[in-house]
Nanobody, 114 residues
Framework: QVQLVESGGGLVQPGGSLRLSCAAS????????MGWYRQAPGKGRELVAN???????GYLDSVKGRFTISRDSAKNTVYLQMNSLKPEDTAVYYC????????WGQGTQVTVSS
C-alpha cells in the first residue's frame, strides 16, 4: 500500500512563500497523474495543481502564476512551490493521484496571516 507523507507547511505572512513536499513510499509517478489538494476550514477538498505523466501541469485559476508543481521521480517526491501567498490559501494541503487512488496522508497545514 502506497503511503503519502506531506511536509513543509507553516505560518507565513501574506506575500510570503512556502515549498511543500510529498514523499511517496513507492514509484507511482510513471503511472499516475499526481496532484496537490487543499481543504480550508468548513470547505470541501479541492484540487489545486496537477502534474501529468508527461510532465505537463494544470492549476486552479486562483493559484495560477503563484504556485508551481514539480516532481523528482528518483526521489518519489512531488513538490508545490507557493509564492505570493494570500490569506485565502490557508488550508491543510494534501497530495494524491488524480483521480484519487491512495489513502490520504496526514496533510500539512498552511496558514497565511499577518
Amino acid at each position: 500500500q502506497v503511503q503519502l507523507v506531506e511536509s513543509g507547511g507553516g505560518l507565513v505572512q501574506p506575500g510570503g512563500s512556502l515549498r511543500l513536499s510529498c514523499a511517496a513510499s513507492g514509484s507511482i509517478f510513471s503511472s499516475n497523474v499526481m496532484g496537490w489538494y487543499r481543504q480550508a476550514p468548513g470547505k470541501g477538498r479541492e484540487l489545486v495543481a496537477n502534474i501529468r505523466i508527461g510532465g505537463s501541469t494544470g492549476y486552479l485559476d486562483s493559484v495560477k502564476g503563484r504556485f508551481t508543481i514539480s516532481r523528482d521521480s528518483a526521489k518519489n517526491t512531488v513538490y508545490l512551490q507557493m509564492n505570493s501567498l494570500k490569506p485565502e490559501d490557508t488550508a491543510v494541503y494534501y497530495c494524491n493521484a488524480v483521480p484519487i487512488a491512495f489513502d490520504w496522508g496526514q496533510g500539512t497545514q498552511v496558514t497565511v496571516s499577518s
